[in-house]
C-alpha cells in the first residue's frame, strides 16, 4: 500500500494558487453537496508518538511512504528520523525543493521518488511562488543530483490560466541540465470556490486544450525520431491502459491503492482531504493497512461515458463540488480532449510499437507516487 504521510501543516511558501486563496472571497453559490465537517483539533505537526506509526506500517508486506505537508522538509528532522527507523523500503517526497539541502545526502538518495514543484520557465514559477524560488530550487536539484541521486525526479506543475502549457512541458523537458526524469502537471481547477474569478472556460477553449493536442502531438514524435516515450505522466499512464484494454480507477490511487495519515494518525482517503472527519477510515493505533475500506467517487462520474479512462479525476474536489455545474462540465471537458489526443495517436503508437521502434514495456512507471495523472 501507498501512503502519504503528513508531517505538517507548515509552509515556507505561500503560492498564488495553493494558501494565497485563503485571502480571497469564495463564490456565494455553486457548492451542490452537504457542507464538509472538518476536525478542528487536528494538530499541526505530527503528534503521535513514531513507534505508532512503524507498528502500522509493519503490518502491511510491502508499505511506501511519501512524506507530504504543508512542506514536509520543515520537519526534516523528523524525515531522516522515519528514514532511519521505519520499516519501510520505499520512501518518496513531495517538496518545493527549497529545503533539500537540509537532508544529508545518505538520506536524499534513499528516496525512489522527489516531486519538486515548479510552473515550467523562471518567470512563471516566480510569479506563483516567489521571486528567486526558482533559482534557489534549481541550485538544490542540480546538488542533490552531483551528490548522487538516481532516483526519479519528477517536475510537478501547477496549471493555471497564466500557463502555456505546449512551452511549459518542453521547458522542463528539454533542459537537461535540470536533470528531470518525468513531468506531471495538475490545473488548478474545482478545488476552491473560485470559478466566478476565472477566465478558465477561454483559456481551456483557446491556450489548454490546443496545447494538449500539440504536446500529444510531440510526445508521439519523439517515440518516431529517438525510440524514446517520455515519462509525461498525465500521457504515460493512460496510454499504457488504452494499449492493454485496461479500465481504470482513480489513477492517483486515492481511497483504493493510497491513503494519506493525518498528523494526529487518523487515515484519510487522500492527503487533501485534510481533517474532513466523515471519511477518515481508521486510526494507525489499530487499523489494518491492508484492509482500509475502500472509498469510490460518485455523484457525476458514475455515469460518465469517458469514466473508465478518468477514473474520476479527484476524489475530493467530486465530494466538496467547489464549482457549479457549469465550472465542473469544463474540467471534464478538457479531460475529454486529453483522452481524444491520446486515443487519436494510438494507431501511430501501435504501429511504431509493432516495427519495434518502442515495446510495451516502455510505458512502465511508477504508480501512486502522488501524481494525480489526470490534471
Same mark, same amino acid.
Given at each position: 500500500?501507498?501512503?502519504?504521510?503528513?508531517?505538517?501543516?507548515?509552509?515556507?511558501?505561500?503560492?498564488?494558487?495553493?494558501?494565497?486563496?485563503?485571502?480571497?472571497?469564495?463564490?456565494?453559490?455553486?457548492?451542490?453537496?452537504?457542507?464538509?465537517?472538518?476536525?478542528?483539533?487536528?494538530?499541526?505537526?505530527?503528534?503521535?508518538?513514531?513507534?505508532?506509526?512503524?507498528?502500522?506500517? #509493519?503490518?502491511?508486506?510491502?508499505?511506501?511512504?511519501?512524506?507530504?505537508?504543508?512542506?514536509?522538509?520543515?520537519?526534516?528532522?523528523?524525515?531522516?528520523?522515519?528514514?532511519?527507523? #521505519?520499516?519501510?523500503?520505499?520512501?518518496?517526497?513531495?517538496?518545493?525543493?527549497?529545503?533539500?539541502?537540509?537532508?544529508?545526502?545518505?538520506?536524499?538518495?534513499?528516496?525512489?521518488?522527489?516531486?519538486?514543484?515548479?510552473?515550467?520557465?523562471?518567470?512563471?514559477?516566480?510569479?506563483?511562488?516567489?521571486?528567486?524560488?526558482?533559482?534557489?530550487?534549481?541550485?538544490?536539484?542540480?546538488?542533490?543530483?552531483?551528490?548522487?541521486?538516481?532516483? $526519479?525526479?519528477?517536475?510537478?506543475?501547477?496549471?493555471?490560466?497564466?500557463?502555456?502549457?505546449?512551452?511549459?512541458?518542453?521547458?522542463? #523537458? $528539454?533542459?537537461?541540465?535540470?536533470?528531470?526524469?518525468?513531468?506531471?502537471?495538475?490545473?488548478?481547477?474545482?478545488?476552491?470556490?473560485?470559478?466566478?474569478?476565472?477566465?478558465?472556460?477561454?483559456?481551456?477553449?483557446?491556450?489548454?486544450?490546443?496545447?494538449?493536442?500539440?504536446?500529444?502531438?510531440?510526445?508521439?514524435? $519523439?517515440? $518516431?525520431?529517438?525510440?524514446?516515450?517520455?515519462?509525461?505522466?498525465?500521457?504515460?499512464?493512460?496510454?499504457?491502459?488504452?494499449?492493454?484494454?485496461?479500465?481504470?480507477?482513480?489513477?492517483?490511487? #486515492?481511497?483504493?491503492?493510497?491513503?494519506?495519515?493525518?498528523?494526529?494518525?487518523?487515515?484519510?482517503?487522500?492527503?487533501?482531504?485534510?481533517?474532513?472527519?466523515?471519511?477518515?477510515?481508521?486510526?494507525?493505533?489499530?487499523?489494518?493497512?491492508?484492509?482500509?475500506?475502500?472509498?469510490?467517487?460518485?455523484?457525476?462520474?458514475?455515469?460518465?461515458?469517458?469514466?473508465?479512462?478518468?477514473?474520476?479525476?479527484?476524489?475530493?474536489?467530486?465530494?466538496?463540488?467547489?464549482?457549479?455545474?457549469?465550472?465542473?462540465?469544463?474540467?471534464?471537458?478538457?479531460?475529454?480532449?486529453?483522452?481524444?489526443?491520446?486515443?487519436?495517436?494510438?494507431?501511430?503508437?501501435?504501429?511504431?510499437?509493432?516495427?519495434?521502434?518502442?515495446?510495451?514495456?516502455?510505458?512502465?512507471?511508477?504508480?501512486?507516487?502522488?501524481?494525480?495523472?489526470?490534471?
Amino acid at each position: 500500500m501507498y501512503f502519504h504521510l503528513i508531517l505538517t501543516d507548515d509552509c515556507n511558501l505561500c503560492c498564488r494558487y495553493c494558501r494565497a486563496k485563503a485571502f480571497e472571497e469564495e463564490d456565494a453559490e455553486g457548492i451542490d453537496t452537504v457542507p464538509v465537517e472538518i476536525d478542528g483539533d487536528l494538530p499541526p505537526d505530527l503528534s503521535y508518538d513514531p513507534e505508532l506509526l512503524y507498528r502500522f506500517l #509493519a503490518r502491511d508486506p510491502s508499505p511506501t511512504v511519501t512524506f507530504y505537508g504543508g512542506e514536509p522538509l520543515m520537519r526534516s528532522d523528523l524525515v531522516e528520523r522515519i528514514i532511519r527507523e #521505519a520499516p519501510v523500503q520505499r520512501f518518496m517526497i513531495q517538496t518545493n525543493g527549497l529545503l533539500l539541502d537540509r537532508l544529508p545526502s545518505y538520506i536524499v538518495n534513499r528516496f525512489s521518488t522527489i516531486l519538486v514543484s515548479l510552473d515550467g520557465r523562471e518567470a512563471l514559477t516566480d510569479e506563483n511562488r516567489g521571486i528567486g524560488v526558482f533559482s534557489r530550487v534549481m541550485a538544490n536539484v542540480k546538488k542533490i543530483r552531483a551528490n548522487g541521486y538516481h532516483g $526519479e525526479l519528477i517536475a510537478r506543475m501547477t496549471v493555471t490560466e497564466r500557463t502555456e502549457i505546449f512551452d511549459a512541458v518542453r521547458y522542463l #523537458a $528539454e533542459n537537461t541540465d535540470y536533470s528531470f526524469s518525468s513531468i506531471h502537471w495538475q490545473m488548478d481547477a474545482n478545488f476552491t470556490g473560485d470559478f466566478s474569478h476565472r477566465t478558465f472556460a477561454e483559456w481551456a477553449e483557446k491556450k489548454y486544450n490546443p496545447g494538449i493536442r500539440a504536446l500529444v502531438t510531440a510526445w508521439v514524435d $519523439e517515440m $518516431e525520431t529517438s525510440s524514446r516515450v517520455l515519462c509525461w505522466y498525465p500521457f504515460i499512464d493512460p496510454v499504457e491502459d488504452l494499449l492493454n484494454g485496461r479500465a481504470s480507477p482513480l489513477r492517483c490511487g #486515492a481511497g483504493h491503492a493510497n491513503y494519506a495519515i493525518m498528523t494526529d494518525g487518523h487515515i484519510a482517503p487522500c492527503p487533501i482531504m485534510i481533517g474532513m472527519k466523515q471519511y477518515y477510515l481508521g486510526h494507525i493505533a489499530d487499523a489494518d493497512p491492508q484492509h482500509l475500506r475502500r472509498i469510490p467517487v460518485g455523484g457525476e462520474c458514475e455515469a460518465c461515458h469517458i469514466r473508465t479512462f478518468c477514473g474520476g479525476r479527484c476524489l475530493y474536489s467530486s465530494i466538496v463540488q467547489p464549482w457549479n455545474l457549469a465550472g465542473r462540465q469544463l474540467v471534464c471537458g478538457t479531460v475529454e480532449n486529453l483522452r481524444d489526443a491520446l486515443t487519436g495517436e494510438l494507431p501511430r503508437i501501435r504501429a511504431l510499437i509493432a516495427a519495434r521502434r518502442i515495446s510495451l514495456a516502455d510505458f512502465a512507471h511508477e504508480k501512486f507516487n502522488g501524481c494525480e495523472i489526470i490534471p
